[in-house]
Structures are given as structure tokens and as C-alpha cells.
């Protein structure tokens, strides 16, 4: 592709050595995946460095970004992490109470090497032994499954009693209006509150849950809470138990969410995902990231609606880490679509209008053009007749390159995903 572009990129195999590369990249001070990439497409880069190393290095040493940023994996292969148990009662002594008090702690080094600054993927499932070519060697760090929450990690919620059920419902009933019905069920279910709250029901499933939550306001969970005894909540945790729902529903399942168009948009909604992780149940990094990545689209829809009076709400007061992080995700999709520069051989004209001069693409398909200039694949769940298939022609590679619009074949090679759904997430 080097010789074929005429950008003289390095083949496979001349890069320079993977233990090599990444001792120059952690010297840049980068925080992200995002502003390697940014980096990346600077004259600053070195030529032997890869501008994607999660795939020039996949065979040879990658194991992930903030291993190779310096910014949260432990670097060296060797060394072991203490024990889940062991580690999960050093935490615990530490009194850390909030996940943003957890994330403080690790930036001020204190915490001993043995302990993971990420044990939500070092103790968990998801978490994969890795076989490194050239030896025998691989990483002390095997799939143990045993992480259970932030929660369970911090000591804060080991065992939902009825007490601290109905406390959750207190703390959770004036948020209910900003949250979505998927938002909501993932709070219950990472934090593992939900199975005491069917159990409370009378064994109901998690969309009895949900109901209760959505048009009563949790009021029938209360009374039922308030009516039981201790051993009737607690008896599914009697034998160990897993405090997690097992069963996501499907999608049939989940009903429309209720919220109005720009909901999310609101300095409440926007505020809300610093809320929810301030409160002593915490939320895991996936879902605070799922809540980011819906206000961050609520944003967008309501930035199409009604323009720039919409972003009042990103002003209205606040300072979270996950507010500043809305806002600036936002801010930067935002420039990134306004700036994408319009390839020559755009050429698109509405029907009946085909004489007169092209017609610009629309800030979706800008915005879809220019997310996909930063990531590899996008799901554009944009409505009918928003212009999706046009979207995905602007940021085909091809096509960005100044390519034909006639020598195009759209599906597959924009990394676009497209349906007719009510949001782009």
C-alpha cells in the first residue's frame, strides 16, 4: 500500500522492535488511544513506529493500549499480581469509597506494584493469556473470572440487604427521568442489585423490574422491600450465589425508550453520569463509558435539531470527570465534522435538481466521514432518508482519496454499520 499510495509506508517487518518502539511512545506522555492516532498523523511520528501497533505488533508484543501508552497496564511480563482475595482486602483497608477516588489513588503511584491499576480486566474473564513468539514465555496473568464490581472491589456493597436495596431505590428515584430503560438496567445489573429487587417482586423477571421503576417510580419494589424479611431477600446469596444477572434481555424484549428527543441533552442528564459514579454503589468503567457514549450522541441530536443553542447545557454548571468528558468528546467530533474537507469528486445533487451546484454533505454524514478517519468500524443507526448510504460513500477510503464516485463499491469498505434506528451512538 506504501509503493501503491506513494507515501513510502514501511512493508511488514521493517518496523522498529516492539519493546523498542513502545519505550519511545511512553516518552510522549500520551493519555489515549485517541491522541496516539492524533499524533500518528503528524510529521512528528518516526517512520519505523506503526501508526496502528495494535495490528503491526499483534504477533509480536501488543497487549493493549495503556500498556503500550505506559498509561495502566503493568509493563513488565514477569511480574505477578497478588492474588484477587489479597488484593481486594489491601484495597478495602485503603477506605477508597468511589471509583474517581480509586482512579486518584492510582495516578499518585502509591499503590504497590503487585496490585493492578485495572483489575476490572486483570480479574475478570475477559482477561486472556497471551503466548508472545520467541520462547516459552507468557504472562503470569490468567483468566481468574473473579471480579464481581467496583462495588464488591472497594468494599462498599458486598451483600445487597434489604436495608441497602431500599437505600439504592431512595438514591436512584430522582435520576429515573434521565435515564434510558437500557441505562437503567445496566446500572442494576453491574452493581449486582437486581436480584434482590426480582426476588423482592416475587421472583419477577428484569423487565417487571424495570416497569416498576420507569411508571411507578420503584414505589412497588419499596413496599415489597419494606414488607419482606432479612432471609427472604438475602436467601439467593445464602449459597454464594452471583450477585450478577445472568440474562441480558433481547432486544424485542426492551421496550421504546420513553424519553422525548434531547433528553439527554439536559445539564441534568449531562451531569448525571458523575452522579451516578459519586454515590457509594459506583458504576464499572463499561457502563459510566455506555452513559458517556448516549449523552454524547443526545448531544448530537439535539446540535441537529436546534444548532448551537443546544450546547447551552454543556456550560450550565459542573466540572466531573465525566461531564468534562462528554464535553469534550462532543467538542471534538464536533470540530472534526465542521473541518472535514469535501472531496473532489463529490458530486451529489438532490433528484430534479441535477443542474445546479452540488449539495454539501449534511453534519451526519460529516460526522460519520470523520469518525471513521479515527476509528475502524461505526454503527449509523440514523432514521429513513437521512442520507446513511451517502454517509458511508464520504468516508469510504477510497473515495476520500479522490477516488471516481462510478469505481466505488460502498458495502464493506467504510467499516459502516447502518440501520434505521432513532440515534447514532
Not at 138 to 144: D, F, R, S, W
Not at 211 to 224: T, Y
Not at 306 to 316: F, I, T, V
Not at 390 to 418: C, E, F, K, T, W
Request: hydrophobic content about 35%; aromatic content about 8%.
Amino acid at each position: 500500500m506504501g509503493d501503491w499510495l506513494g507515501n513510502d509506508t514501511l512493508r511488514r517487518g521493517q518496523w522498529r522492535p516492539f519493546e523498542e518502539a513502545r519505550v519511545f511512545v511512553r516518552s510522549l506522555g500520551l493519555e489515549s488511544s485517541a491522541q496516539w492516532f492524533e499524533y500518528a498523523r503528524s510529521d512528528k511520528k518516526p517512520r519505523d513506529i506503526p501508526s496502528s501497533p495494535h495490528e503491526s505488533y499483534a504477533k509480536s508484543g501488543w497487549i493493549s493500549w495503556g500498556d503500550w501508552l505506559g498509561t495502566g497496564y503493568v509493563a513488565n511480563q514477569r511480574r505477578e499480581y497478588r492474588p484477587f482475595e489479597e488484593a481486594r482486602a489491601f484495597v478495602r483497608s485503603l477506605g477508597i469509597r468511589y471509583t474517581e477516588e480509586w482512579r486518584e489513588y492510582v495516578k499518585s503511584g502509591k499503590e504497590p506494584d503487585d496490585i493492578p491499576a485495572n483489575p476490572d480486566e486483570v480479574y475478570s474473564n475477559r482477561w486472556k493469556r497471551r503466548q508472545h513468539s520467541g520462547g516459552e514465555h507468557t504472562n503470569a496473568i490468567e483468566a481468574q473470572g473473579e471480579w464481581r464490581g467496583w462495588a464488591d472491589w472497594l468494599g462498599v456493597v458486598s451483600i445487597w440487604s434489604r436495608p441497602t436495596l431500599l437505600a439504592f431505590l431512595e438514591d436512584l428515584r430522582p435520576r429515573l427521568k434521565d435515564l434510558e430503560e437500557t441505562e437503567l438496567y445496566l446500572i442494576l445489573q453491574q452493581g449486582g442489585a437486581l436480584p434482590g429487587l426480582k426476588k423482592a417482586l416475587g421472583s419477577t423477571t428484569a423487565l417487571g423490574v424495570l416497569q416498576d421503576l420507569q411508571v411507578n417510580d420503584g414505589r412497588e419494589l419499596e413496599a415489597a422491600l419494606e414488607a419482606a424479611a432479612e432471609e427472604e431477600v438475602l436467601e439467593d446469596y445464602a449459597d454464594g450465589a452471583e450477585a450478577l444477572e445472568v440474562h441480558t434481555p433481547e432486544d424485542a424484549e426492551l421496550h421504546e425508550d420513553p424519553l422525548e428527543s434531547g433528553t439527554l441533552a439536559t445539564p441534568e442528564a449531562l451531569r448525571l453520569v458523575d452522579d451516578l459514579a459519586g454515590l457509594h454503589y459506583g458504576l464499572d468503567d463499561e457502563t459510566a463509558q455506555y452513559l458517556v457514549d448516549n449523552r454524547v450522541a443526545g448531544l448530537w441530536e439535539a446540535y441537529t435539531d436546534a444548532g448551537e443553542a443546544a450546547l447551552g447545557a454543556l456550560s450550565d454548571g459542573g466540572d466531573g470527570h465525566y461531564l468534562r468528558l462528554i464535553r469534550e468528546r462532543f467538542s471534538t467530533e464536533l470540530e472534526g465534522a465542521k473541518s472535514l474537507p469535501i472531496p473532489a469528486g463529490w458530486a451529489f445533487r438532490p433528484p430534479r435538481r441535477e443542474h445546479e451546484a452540488p449539495t454539501p454533505p449534511n453534519l451526519m454524514q460529516s460526522r460519520t466521514a470523520y469518525m471513521l478517519s479515527i476509528r475502524k468500524r461505526l454503527g449509523n443507526w440514523s432514521g429513513v432518508g437521512s442520507g446513511k448510504t451517502l454517509s458511508g460513500i464520504l468516508a469510504s477510503p477510497g473515495y476520500r482519496a479522490q477516488a471516481h464516485p462510478g469505481d466505488l463499491q460502498q458495502s464493506n469498505r467504510s467499516g459502516v454499520v447502518q440501520g434505521d434506528q432513532k440515534r447514532l451512538p
